[in-house]
């Protein structure tokens, strides 16, 4: 691999947009994700806001009823399907998994950048609904029938842009599963494979066998909307509970596929900033298996209170439960990593702490809502929308941005300032739970979750949650300007292995060069994560 053209970088390759957007190089399509999916993130990080705006006093701060509706809907639609779904799969994992695996691109590298530009055009189609139609859908991102069958709001663009996306979700997760299968480098079995080459290898397995039924759930909407079929809308025949069982069918093992290569993040920073090696490998490693397939059979928990059979909705409540087993398993494995580990604070792990923190309070609150009992007074409540917040965000979000701060040196060859980015974490860390832990609060009170107004009596948690969403906007700003600033002002001669990593990426370049390695990777004896025996990389 050593030849003349091996140490230029992917960056210097070739230049120009087109470039860019007809590249099949998996590192330039990780960044093209990167940066659209970053772009949806902050318009749906604006509409939040102005939701929080107008909670920030009972009565109408800013928005009629209808306006709210329709936000929150677009708020839900673009964080879930064009932020949080992709988010850590179609950059990190498109960018890393190769280099990682010791390969020079995934098994379909054509199909890789035509899953982003389906993507982009699932994106336009949903936030088209802002000038098409009546405006954007306001059932909220659910799109619970009858009503979203009855809605004159733009609900059928808004399903056949999260149709479409599921193609873009179906095709990665189908890449990284034949790139796992069929590429890995001479030498890496199955049980030396990175933490989070595992978690994408769950996860593709959901994205491929879980997103085609909400395609045709989704599908069948658009069917009932235009030609009146009776499929969920009683009042023609259809039953709307049928359409509950479809979405969430889906729709819970998506929160994995949200969850799952988190978690391999979390695996990855862990053990470089404790010098340590991984404690139980191998249970981290079928953890991710044994969630991504208890997670098809507890979908029931979102329909508690919807007029399920009291068996149902025991045994639903009772599989909940078990999810909690391979999941507990992993965070027992990343504390006893961190406990007599060799203790490195730096940005990306400031990120996995509050990520293990947040992710457990969404945890715990999802087993609350889980329990049957105490679901029937929590549901639709804000506690639900406190909860899904620390899951999502404080869990999946800062992992992002937790791996963001860790391959930030690798990818783009210079360093951010650590100083800056370790105060932006600060502002980020007490705004994110500012905002959302008053929600957990005025769940448990009674406050119903999607309405633009409350009772005076919900006031005082609403307003830390508004002041807390602005603290939020601070941190997150001073954090992407600080990495916006490093891309240009950043320390370069980061070396190849900045923080003392043991994974193959480390081992190359950076920024790698366009066929990844520069020379062959060594792959360490005993396992990925072998501290004792670490290589050394020489520069
Ligand atoms: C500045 C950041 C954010 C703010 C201020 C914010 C605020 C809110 C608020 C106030 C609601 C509740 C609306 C209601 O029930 O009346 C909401 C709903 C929601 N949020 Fe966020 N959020 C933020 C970030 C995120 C992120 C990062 C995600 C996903 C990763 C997310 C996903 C959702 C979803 C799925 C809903 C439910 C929408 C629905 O009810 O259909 N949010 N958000
Ligand atoms: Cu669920």
Redesign the pocket.
């Known amino acids: 691999m050593a030849t003349a053209t091996a140490n230029i970088n992917f960056f210097q390759a070739r230049k120009g947009l087109f470039s860019w957007i007809f590249s099949v190089d998996h590192k330039r399509i990780g960044l093209l994700y990167l940066y659209s999916l970053m772009t949806f993130f902050l318009v ?2 604006t509409l ?2 102005l ?2 705006y107008e ?1 920030l006093n009972p009565g109408k701060d800013l928005v009629e009823a209808q306006t709210y509706n329709q936000i ?2 677009l ?2 639609v673009i ?2 399907f064009l ?2 779904i992709p988010s850590i799969p179609a950059v990190f994992g498109n960018f890393f998994l190769p280099i990682m695996l010791g390969t020079d691109d995934v098994s379909f590298p054509r199909l890789n950048l035509l899953s982003w530009w389906i993507y982009i055009i699932g994106a336009i189609m949903a936030l088209s609904t802002l000038v098409f139609g009546d405006g954007p859908a306001d059932t ?3 799109f619970y029938a009858p009503y979203s069958v009855n809605t004159t709001t733009n609900v059928s663009m808004s399903v056949l842009a999260a149709f479409v996306l599921g193609f873009s979700s179906i095709l990665t997760g189908l890449n990284f599963i034949v790139t796992i299968h069929r590429l890995r480098t001479p030498g890496m079995t199955f049980l030396k494979m990175p933490l989070f080459a595992w978690s994408l290898y769950a996860t593709s397995w959901i994205q491929l066998l879980a997103t085609p039924i909400i395609g045709i759930t989704l599908l069948m909407i658009v069917a009932e909307r235009a030609l009146g079929v009776g499929l969920f809308d009683p009042s023609i025949g259809g039953d709307p509970i049928l359409y509950q069982h479809l979405f969430w069918i889906y729709s819970h093992p998506a929160v994995y596929i949200m969850a799952l290569p988190a978690f391999g993040v979390i695996s990855e920073l862990l053990p470089t900033f404790s010098q340590r090696t991984i404690f139980g490998y191998k249970a981290i490693a079928f953890s991710s298996l044994a969630i991504a397939f208890v997670g098809y059979f507890i979908w029931g928990h979102h329909m508690f209170t919807s007029g399920m059979s009291g068996t149902a909705r025991i045994i639903f409540s009772i599989l909940t439960f078990f999810v909690a087993i391979p999941t507990a398993i992993k965070v027992f494995n990343w504390v006893a990593t961190l406990y007599k580990g060799s203790i490195n604070v730096q940005p990306p792990l400031l990120y996995a702490l509050a990520f293990i923190f947040q992710f457990m309070i969404g945890g715990f609150t999802g087993l609350i809502l889980g329990a049957l009992a105490t679901d029937i007074h929590l549901h639709d409540t804000y506690f639900v ?1 406190g909860h ?2 620390y899951v ?2 404080g869990g999946t ?1 800062f992992a992002f941005f937790g791996a963001l701060h860790y391959w930030y040196p690798k990818i783009w060859g210079r360093m951010y300032n650590v100083k800056v980015a370790n105060i932006a974490f600060t502002i980020f860390f007490i705004g994110f739970n500012m ?1 959302y832990f008053p929600m957990l609060i005025a769940g448990l009170m009674g406050m119903p ?3 633009y107004d409350y009772l005076p009596e919900f006031h005082l948690p609403n307003m830390i949650s508004t002041y807390g ?1 602005w603290v ?2 601070v941190g997150l700003l001073l954090m992407l300007g600080n990495l916006i600033a490093g891309f240009y002002k950043g320390k370069r001669g980061v070396g190849r292995n900045p923080w003392g990593g043991i994974t193959l990426e480390w081992q190359t370049l950076s920024p790698p060069p366009v066929q990844n390695f520069d020379r062959m990777p060594e792959i360490p004896k005993n396992g990925p994560y072998d501290y004792e025996n670490k290589p050394i990389i020489k520069e």
């Open positions: 749906g990080v939040g806001l939701m929080r909670l929150f809907t708020h839900g964080m879930i932020f949080i909220g991102w659910t929308v899904f917040h999502m965000f979000g905002l979750r999607r309405y969403s939020l906007a």
